[in-house]
Nanobody
Framework: QLKFVVSGGGLVQPGGSLRLSCAASGFKLEGYAIAWFRQAPGKEHEGVSCISIPDGATFPLDSVRNRVTISRDNAKNTVHLDLNNLKTEDTAVYHC??????????????????????????WGNGALVTVSS
């Protein structure tokens, strides 16, 4: 079963930055689209960013698009999410999930359209990011 170990969460002040890391456990990242999701208290589970060979990097949320960078290091079997200029509304539990890549693209979009299979319960731990002064 595909699992990830997420690290890097914490308390940060508004305007600050944070790097989250997602290390694959028990499988190799090659051939998978990797997406970051988050869930804030009382809010829906939502996609933050995704990376795959056919799709490149995608950012479905207008509210984070210009403040987030996603990268992958296949040698370390890890995907990173850099969050910049953090806002209080970014407070949430962040986690990552994977789906086999469609070589023709569209995997990331499919993950965001139907996020239910990518809920935290199925993928390992999450990292709590708290943005507060």
């Amino acid at each position: 079963q595909l699992k990830f170990v997420v690290s890097g969460g914490g308390l940060v002040q508004p305007g600050g930055s944070l790097r989250l890391s997602c290390a694959a456990s028990g499988f190799k990242l090659e051939g998978y689209a990797i997406a970051w999701f988050r869930q804030a208290p009382g809010k829906e589970h939502e996609g933050v960013s995704c990376i795959s060979i056919p799709d490149g990097a995608t950012f479905p949320l207008d509210s984070v698009r210009n403040r987030v960078t996603i990268s992958r290091d296949n040698a370390k079997n890890t995907v990173h999410l850099d969050l910049n200029n953090l806002k209080t509304e970014d407070t949430a539990v962040y986690h990552c999930a994977a789906s086999p890549e469609n070589p023709y693209g569209g995997t990331c979009l499919a993950m965001f359209i139907n996020p239910r299979p990518y809920a935290l319960d199925h993928w390992g731990n999450g990292a709590l990011v708290t943005v507060s002064s």
